[in-house]
């Protein structure tokens, strides 16, 4: 397991790229992970999106979903739920999973330059 201050940098990185997610879009935790070059950590971006919430409301993590468009992490959501977030910014959900997927990705080592 790594140290504390490395997980706490790693969530930070996170919510930095996380942040930049544009309104109506959504990424993938694992698209996060490959962007910070930890490909194999979608799971460890998961876990920074639940802590998000009481790290820093500013943070969009109802923006970031599964590799197919699932809400997997809709539970850690309070006050207005995840699907409504993404609602509210256009995108429209069935079934706990985002219509159009690939039209509303968006992908951070395309959009953004290391």
Same mark, same amino acid.
């Given at each position: 397991?790594? !140290?504390?201050? !490395?997980?706490?940098?790693?969530?930070?990185?996170?919510? $930095?790229?996380?942040?930049?997610? /544009?309104?109506?879009?959504?990424?993938?935790?694992?698209?996060?992970?490959?962007?910070?070059?930890?490909?194999?950590?979608?799971?460890?971006?998961?876990?920074?999106?639940?802590?998000?919430?009481?790290?820093?409301?500013? +943070? /969009?993590?109802?923006?970031?979903? !599964?590799?197919?468009?699932?809400?997997?992490?809709?539970?850690?959501?309070?006050?207005?739920?995840?699907?409504?977030?993404?609602?509210? $910014?256009? +995108?429209?959900?069935?079934?706990?999973?985002?219509?159009?997927? !690939?039209?509303?990705?968006?992908? /951070? $080592?395309? $959009?953004?330059?290391?």
């Amino acid at each position: 397991m790594a !140290n504390q201050s !490395n997980t706490d940098s790693f969530f930070e990185r996170v919510y $930095e790229v996380v942040k930049l997610i /544009p309104y109506g879009r959504v990424t993938s935790y694992g698209a996060v992970a490959r962007y910070l070059g930890s490909g194999q950590s979608a799971r460890m971006v998961g876990w920074a999106m639940n802590l998000a919430h009481v790290t820093d409301a500013s +943070i /969009p993590a109802h923006r970031v979903v !599964n590799r197919v468009g699932l809400l997997s992490g809709k539970h850690h959501f309070i006050g207005k739920s995840m699907q409504q977030r993404l609602e509210e $910014e256009g +995108i429209l959900v069935k079934d706990d999973t985002i219509v159009d997927f !690939n039209t509303h990705f968006w992908n /951070p $080592e395309k $959009e953004l330059s290391l």
